[in-house]
Structure formats: C-alpha cells, structure tokens
C-alpha cells in the first residue's frame, strides 16, 4: 500500500466535507450542516489566502486530512499555523498517519521564513490526541480558549 501526503484539490472536497463531518460528530456530537460544511471546504480550496488542507491519500483514496490556517503574532513578527480539523479514518488510525500529516506540515513551514510555530486545539476529554501531540513535541500551552459566534452563524442542526 502506498501513502502520500500532498495539498488538497478540488477532487477532495467530497471527502474533506465527509471528514469533517465525521470529526464533528465524533469528537462533539456534533451533526454538521451538509451544505454548510461543503460550501466552507471549497472556500477553502479557493481562497489560499484563507489556508490549505493537507490529505494522506493511500493507493489513490482519501484516508486523513488536516487543515492549515494562520495567525498574525505582533510579538513574534511571525504567523503562527494553526491547525485544525485533523481526521484520519478510523480503519487507518494508529498507522501513522497523523505523525506524517505533521511532518509534511513541519516541512513546508522550514520553507517558509514567516512561519513562527505551530498551534492546535483538542477537546479536553480528548487524552488519545493529547499524547499523540505530546509525543510528536508539541506542550499544551497556559492559554485558553474564549469564543463567541454571531447566532446567524449557526454551523449545525
């Protein structure tokens, strides 16, 4: 079986959407909006100012996915990547999958010179993706984190 980790394309949106479906659910019990969710991957596909998924993608299959997006930091005249929306197929995880996403993350921003670090945020209750971000040198952080959303920006039912 061959795996590579590449940006996505248009062809991924289908399963990007699928995969964030899925997370939601999974990780929040969360039922995403369908038509919301798709409209905002392929946004993200056609804006690359706004940042970009990753896909791991085995024998030509969409198996995981991570999203790339940025961060202004003032005190580090740098952007921070933050990334979100990690998937990987529950038939593939514990494969390694995640570590390459990363890893190909990692690459791309030694490329890069304004790229300052790198940030995620992960569900309390959520100790297996703790130790894997653990694991791979990441540290939680003594922030937290605060939001409010418009009401009209309902994003699920």
């Known amino acids: ?32 909006r369908p038509e919301l969710i798709r409209q905002g991957v392929e946004t993200l596909i056609a804006t690359p100012s706004l940042g970009f998924y990753l896909v791991a993608e085995e024998d030509g299959e969409p198996v995981g ?18 990334i979100q929306s990690v998937y990987v197929r529950e038939d593939r ?22 790229v300052c670090g790198f940030r995620l945020y992960v569900e309390r209750e959520n100790r297996t993706a703790q130790q894997t971000y653990q694991a791979l040198g990441m540290s939680e952080t003594h922030y937290r984190l605060f939001e409010q959303s418009k009401e009209a920006a309902a994003f699920f039912d």
């Open 65 to 82: 996915s991570l999203l790339v997006t940025t961060e202004w930091s003032d005190w580090r005249n740098g952007l921070f990547w933050w």
């Open 93 to 114: 995880r514990r494969l390694g999958i995640f570590r390459e996403l990363y890893d190909k993350v990692r690459r791309l921003a030694e490329h890069d010179d304004t």
């Open 1 to 32: 079986m061959s795996r590579i980790i590449r940006k996505a394309l248009c062809e991924d949106i289908p399963a990007l959407a699928d995969f964030n479906t899925a997370m939601a659910k999974e990780t929040e019990n969360i039922d995403l």
